[in-house]
């Protein structure tokens, strides 16, 4: 069974930095895109940034040069380190992945569980 599972989040406040990390789990042998997506009270789940199995980011417009993602294919790990945190940035940050390569089936739209990003002014 494949999974996503997140860490990094928390407290923090207004200009400073937390990195969030996600790993894949499961009988995995290629996975294409990696990403963030975030969701804050009351608002849609929006893209933050994902990442070609290539390593090309792409960025919401709100958080270039401050956000920066990277990936480890060996480690089927996803990172991203956000600095200059605004509040504006609290949300629940999720970990997403697709085009997921198993020995059985290719995935698409796999979703970790979630982790708390909190921005104090």
């Known amino acids: 069974q494949v999974q996503l599972v997140e860490s990094g989040g928390g407290l923090v406040q207004a200009g400073g930095s937390l990195r969030l990390s996600c790993v894949a789990s499961g009988n995995i042998f290629r996975i294409n895109n990696m990403g963030w997506y975030r969701q804050a009270s009351g608002k849609q789940r929006e893209l933050v940034a994902d990442?070609?199995?290539?390593?090309?980011?792409n960025y919401a417009d709100s958080v270039k040069g401050r956000f920066t993602i990277s990936r480890d294919n060996a480690k089927k790990t996803v990172s991203m380190q956000m600095n200059s945190l605004k509040p504006e940035n609290t949300a629940v940050y999720y970990c997403?992945?697709?085009?997921?390569?198993?020995?059985?089936?290719?995935?698409?739209?796999?979703w970790g569980q979630g982790t708390q990003v909190t921005v104090s002014s």
């Open positions: 997403a992945a697709s085009g997921i390569r198993t020995w059985a089936q290719t995935l698409n739209d796999v």
């Open positions: 990442i070609t199995s290539g390593g090309t980011p």
